[in-house]
T-cell receptor, first 111, second 114 residues
Framework: AQSVTQLDSQVPVFEEAPVELRCNYSSSVSVYLFWYVQYPNQGLQLLLKYLSGSTLVESINGFEAEFNKSQTSFHLRKPSVHISDTAEYFCAVRGFQKLVFGTGTRLLVSP | KAGVTQTPRYLIKTRGQQVTLSCSPISGHRSVSWYQQTPGQGLQFLFEYFSETQRNKGNFPGRFSGRQFSNSRSEMNVSTLELGDSALYLC?????????????FGPGTRLTVT
């Protein structure tokens, strides 16, 4: 069965600092990985995805994630965060006809 | 293209009542999934429908049910509501192209049971 572990429940960071949100997965089948972002009182928005090919994937707003098969990780990074990046971030792995989510990491960006 | 829409956005019900939530997927998407989000349990999969058939079901009691119509719109029903059913219910649709299973979520329905 597939599972996802997000070790950090909350990550505080100052504006313009770099950030890394950690995600480790467990899967016995082909791996499809996703990062979703949830802003307050909203649904989930797809941030980026790894399906195959290049292990480094990027989003349009400066986030990137690297698929590391040997370490079973898919960490999310951004070199310089903005106040508007404050949100909850969920890592997910494709299970059998469903997504299996981690418990989420709340990113708190302060001035 | 319009995104996934869910109605109503907010709902307050009393214990013992039943509730029906509605979800309209992105045009052309045939797969609809439902998730329950709570602070304690996180995001939990409820069920998934494809072409009006339930293909997968999560570990929820039989009080939770759903259906999908020929136009891919979906409803979920919760009967005999309990306080613990208070949650954000999210619907997601998928095009099901190949094996990507990329899902797009609606804004959710916030259900409060008193």
């Amino acid at each position: 069965a597939q599972s996802v572990t997000q070790l950090d429940s909350q990550v505080p960071v100052f504006e313009e600092a770099p950030v890394e949100l950690r995600c480790n997965y467990s899967s016995s089948v082909s791996v499809y990985l996703f990062w979703y972002v949830q802003y307050p009182n909203q649904g989930l928005q797809l941030l980026l995805k790894y399906l195959s090919g290049s292990t480094l994937v990027e989003s349009i707003n400066g986030f990137e994630a690297e698929f590391n098969k040997s370490q079973t990780s898919f960490h999310l990074r951004k070199p310089s965060v903005h106040i508007s990046d404050t949100a909850e971030y969920f890592c997910a792995v494709r299970g059998f006809q469903k997504l299996v989510f981690g418990t989420g990491t709340r990113l708190l960006v302060s001035p | 293209k319009a995104g996934v829409t869910q109605t109503p956005r907010y709902l307050i019900k009393t214990r013992g009542q039943q509730v029906t939530l509605s979800c309209s997927p992105i045009s052309g998407h045939r797969s609809v999934s439902w998730y329950q989000q709570t602070p304690g349990q996180g995001l939990q999969f409820l069920f998934e429908y494809f072409s009006e058939t339930q293909r997968n079901k999560g570990n929820f009691p039989g009080r939770f049910s759903g259906r999908q119509f020929s136009n891919s719109r979906s409803e979920m029903n919760v009967s005999t509501l309990e306080l613990g059913d208070s949650a954000l219910y999210l619907c997601a649709s998928s095009l099901e192209v190949g094996r990507t299973y990329e899902q797009y979520f609606g804004p959710g329905t916030r259900l409060t049971v008193t």
